[in-house]
């Protein structure tokens, strides 16, 4: 069975808290004619800045136009539709016009899943649990490259936690464990490479992460133990791509007015 609700949360379609509209909201954007407050939006963002708070409305702006589609399809009718609030209600509109989608797709073929496999032995055939040692470092972007270089002379976590401290650097030290599928699948190729001991480092807004491998245990997955999974991440990838080029479509036919201080991304 597809889980909508995966697919929801990897697309930013639907996010939860979303607030509802009261008739002495500011619109900050009104899709088809059905207005999204500038309230609902300064409450799901409160302090993140217009960046922050424009994705958030373009994530509303995306479930408005799924929701709306869902009226015109004759599924306000469906029962998880009754949620209290205009966002519950809108959220319950899109996730039932995504619904509706999934049930058309579909099984995964099984060649499919074998291959998707086959492909990815870092998560499967040669799946390892990590035990890894952080430290995590607070700096302006301007030194993080003065870090990197001081840590690559600096053999042990010891010694650069001693270096930071005589820089008078900001840092948390952490220790955490993961299996293969828990790490970002951008980071996960590397680590797979690297060999018991071994370290690297991340960049981040805040400054640094500097991360040593201090433990792998060898955890594989046959290919019937990893079937179901594959088969639900390769359903839930199916109609995210299906349900982002829905939203592109919707988006070319409906009318979108965005109000200050918001700004329609398609006329930028």
Do not use: C
Not at 130 to 146: C, G, K, L, N, S
Not at 216 to 224: D, G, M, V
Not at 231 to 256: D, H, V, W, Y
């Amino acid at each position: 069975m597809i889980r909508v609700g995966t697919v929801l949360a990897l697309m930013s379609v639907l996010s939860a808290g979303a607030a509802g509209n009261s008739a002495a909201d500011r619109p900050a954007a009104i899709v088809d004619g059905v207005a999204i407050s500038r309230q609902s939006v300064e409450s799901a963002v409160p302090a993140d800045g217009l960046k922050r708070r424009t994705e958030q409305l373009n994530v509303y702006v995306n479930e408005q136009l799924l929701a709306n589609a869902a009226l015109r399809a004759g599924l306000e009718g469906d029962a998880a539709v009754a949620a209290a609030g205009e966002g519950g209600r809108r959220q319950s509109l899109a996730k039932a016009y995504l619904a509706k989608m999934a049930a058309a797709l579909g099984p995964i073929p099984g060649d499919e899943i074998k291959r998707y496999y086959a492909q990815h032995p870092e998560l499967f055939a040669k799946r390892r649990i990590y035990r890894m040692q952080e430290i995590v470092v607070t700096a302006p972007p301007e030194r993080v490259a003065q870090i990197i270089s001081r840590f690559a002379s600096l053999d042990t976590f010891q010694k650069r936690r001693e270096w930071l401290e005589s820089q008078q650097l900001a840092f948390t030290v952490g220790a955490v464990v993961l299996a293969a599928e828990e790490l970002p699948a951008d980071m996960l190729v590397s680590i797979f490479r690297l060999p018991e001991g071994g370290a690297f480092n991340v960049r981040s807004e805040q400054g640094l992460t500097s991360i040593q491998i201090t433990g792998i245990e060898e955890k594989p997955l046959t290919l019937a133990q990893a079937q179901s999974a594959i088969e639900r991440f390769l359903a839930n990838q199916r109609l995210s791509e299906l349900a982002g080029r829905e939203i592109q479509r919707l988006r070319r036919t409906a009318k979108i007015e965005y109000f200050p201080p918001y700004v329609n991304p398609a006329q930028r």
